[in-house]
């Protein structure tokens, strides 16, 4: 993996990457694994779509002020290609 990403990345990796993931990380990422795996995220997300998604289009619309989708959407502006190849369809979403 450390090949594909670039120096600084896999720097950060060495330096920040143990201060955030932590025992506490790794403890609540089982807990979703296991929610996955027993079908419970399924159920769940099934049960959001059904219900019209209340919280992921709120999830969304409180996200969309954020800085970092601000800066998305100015860098996305200044690389056409990626308009003309959209990965996300945002009229179906």
Same mark, same amino acid.
């Given at each position: 993996?450390?090949y594909s990403?670039?120096n /600084?990345? $896999?720097?950060? $990796? ?5 201060k ?9 990422m089982? $807990?979703?694994?296991?929610?996955? *795996? ?5 159920k /769940?997300?099934?049960?959001?779509s059904?219900?019209?998604? @209340?919280t ?7 996200t969309?002020g954020?800085?970092?989708e601000?800066v998305?959407e100015?860098l996305?502006?200044?690389? @056409?290609?990626?308009?003309?190849n959209?990965l996300?369809? *945002?009229?179906? /979403?």
């Amino acid at each position: 993996m450390n090949y594909s990403i670039s120096n /600084n990345a $896999e720097y950060g $990796e060495y330096v920040t990457g143990p201060k955030i993931v932590t025992a506490a990380t790794k403890l609540a990422m089982k $807990e979703v694994l296991a929610a996955i *795996q027993t079908g419970e995220y399924a159920k /769940n997300f099934i049960l959001e779509s059904r219900a019209g998604a @209340p919280t992921l289009t709120s999830r969304r619309r409180l996200t969309s002020g954020h800085a970092i989708e601000q800066v998305g959407e100015k860098l996305r502006a200044m690389m @056409p290609w990626i308009k003309k190849n959209k990965l996300v369809d *945002q009229t179906r /979403n």
